[in-house]
């Protein structure tokens, strides 16, 4: 434990700021199975409307610091891949 008070006042901070980023990041993680989901299925029109969803979300998180800029766009880029995917005619 931290014992001067500027410590102790960072550690809430930290606290408060970490409970905030983990909010964030499974709303998103939530958002990306949903697509996936959604896109195994084979229910694209709906998977496309989560999927602007899930890029607002996305952004918004790399905008303010909680994922990187470039985990970000890997993770849109493979999420639209998975369901632009042209299914296969058996």
Do not use: Y
């Not at 014992?3 to 006042?9: D, G, L, Q, R, V």
């Amino acid at each position: 434990m931290p014992n001067k008070p500027s410590a102790m006042k960072e550690l809430r901070k930290t606290k408060k700021r970490t409970l905030h980023n983990v909010k964030i990041k499974t709303h998103v993680k939530a958002l990306f199975g949903k697509v996936k989901e959604l896109a195994a299925k084979g229910d694209t029109a709906e998977a496309k409307k989560v999927m602007v969803s899930f890029q607002k979300a996305i952004d918004k998180a790399a905008k303010v610091n909680v994922l990187s800029k470039n985990r970000a766009d890997r993770k849109k880029a493979a999420l639209m891949k998975i369901v632009l995917k042209p299914k296969a005619t058996a």
